[in-house]
């Protein structure tokens, strides 16, 4: 197929995944339904893509490489009155998932170089959104997933985890993309939590409060949090100020936050 000749751009971040037994697992872990609203970040060269379109009324896609652009809609003309795959040309960075009808399901095999920025705008939709499965390197999806005090735990795994239901699903191994990357990689289920189980209320302060904590992660809270809670307040909290930010669960940090918002002297 032409496809094969098409060479991994470094600046996108791209290693295309082959291994069909892999994406025929990836494919039963999503459950796409006939009549979902689903969105894939980075087709590539179509390897969920195409499983998924046998399934599916509509996919909608977003693509920044203009040649697989070229590619997609060559297959699939998007001058047909109705046509079965929507093509979004541009960066799925600054893609505004408000233009699509929820509820949405995304899917994608997210370039490891920009992760996590990815992960953090697509959590701004998350009222919008019923699920999300995602590829990434496995050292994320351990960060994203990760108990605290444990060594994985930070910022990460509380900024998803106040908002999110997360689990590992798949591991998956190198060999199974073109050009093969340097690291494993792994699928991991997001589902937003219904708001009655947020417990966070005004999140630009949680945000501050968990970037001060991890800011330096070998210093304690006393001295971290410090423009936040003095002495007394961490007594009258029940919070330790000699532990570390990664010794917080996300109910601790909430906590932190609904006081500090609730004095108003953030």
Known sequence: MVYKMHKAKKKFGQNFLVDER????IIGVIRPEEDDNLVEIGPGLGAMTRPLLKKLKHLHVVEIDRDII??????????????????HAGD??????????????????????????????????????????????NEVVERMVADHSTPAYGR???????????????????ESFRPAPKVDS?????????????????????????SAAFGQRRKTLRNTLRSFLNETEFEQLGIN???????????EFARIAAYVDGRGTA
């Not at 600054?94 to 990815?118: C, E, W």
């Not at 000699?242 to 917080?248: K, S, T």
């Open 22 to 25: 892999i994406i025929a697992d």
């Open 70 to 87: 070229a590619r997609l809609e060559a297959d699939y003309p998007q001058d047909r009155p109705d046509p079965k795959l929507i093509i």
């Open 92 to 137: 799925a960075l600054k893609f505004d998932l408000a233009t699509l009808a929820a509820p949405l399901r995304i899917v994608g095999n997210l370039p490891y170089n920009i992760s996590s920025p990815l992960l953090f705008h697509f959590a701004a939709y998350a009222e919008r959104i019923t699920d999300m499965h995602f590829m990434l390197q």
């Open 156 to 174: 990460l795994s509380v900024m998803l985890q106040y908002r999110f239901f997360m689990e590992k699903l798949l591991d998956v191994p190198p």
């Open 186 to 210: 792994a699928i991991v289920r997001m589902i937003p939590l219904p708001a009655s189980e947020i417990q966070v209320k005004n999140e630009v302060l949680f945000a501050q409060i968990v």
């Open 241 to 251: 100020p000699q532990l570390r930010a990664e010794n917080l669960s996300v109910a």
